[in-house]
């Protein structure tokens, strides 16, 4: 027969069903919040960048005259002083490309990270198209993280040689 338990056995053998069942679930469950908390960090990163582009944009439409709406420009001549304003835009934007590099950037990235990445390796094809921001680059580059210079500059040569 079995006997009755007391409250010390009763107390250990709840003991070992806490260990057996409530520490994995609790294990999980603290991994699935780190991963949901990740992929969050990584929204809000990717959507503070794109509010930075969305400014950059008004940036480029404040100084239309630089012609630098048009996929390849105009091809007109600029004056010294919208050659050095043309040349900063240049530097904001490859400092937004760097910046969104080092945060979202990596070698082997999942299916969401990809998807972050892929709308800002658009917008540096579609820069690197222009023929003045490849004509650009070499002024702009030194001093920048040098796998991102490395990175945007595949980006540019693939682009030029896309062009011939």
Same mark, same amino acid.
């Given at each position: ?7 010390? #056995? ?6 070992? *069903? ?29 959507? @503070?960048?794109?509010? !930075? ?23 007109? #001549? ?20 760097? @910046? ?6 990596? !070698? ?16 540096? @094809? ?10 650009? *680059?070499? #002024? ?5 993280? #040098? ?18």
């Amino acid at each position: 027969m079995i006997a009755a338990l007391t409250w010390f #056995e009763w107390a250990e053998a709840l003991s070992y *069903l806490v260990t057996i069942f409530g520490l994995p679930l609790a294990i999980v469950v603290f991994l699935a919040e780190q991963r949901k908390e990740q992929r969050n960090d990584q929204e809000e990163i990717y959507q @503070r960048l794109s509010d !930075e582009y969305v400014n950059f944009q008004k940036l480029v439409l404040d100084h239309a005259d630089l012609g630098l709406l048009r996929a390849q420009g105009d091809g007109a #001549e600029l004056s010294e002083e919208q050659q050095e304003r043309k040349l900063a835009i240049f530097n904001i934007l490859i400092s937004l490309f760097e @910046r969104a590099y080092l945060l979202v950037y990596e !070698e082997r990235m999942d299916k969401q990270t990809r998807r972050l990445w892929q709308s800002w390796e658009d917008y540096m @094809r579609d820069w690197c198209r222009r023929m003045d921001f490849r004509a650009a *680059l070499p #002024e702009l580059l030194p001093g920048e993280d #040098e796998d991102f210079a490395a990175h945007i500059q595949s980006i540019a040569d693939a682009e030029a040689a896309n062009r011939k």
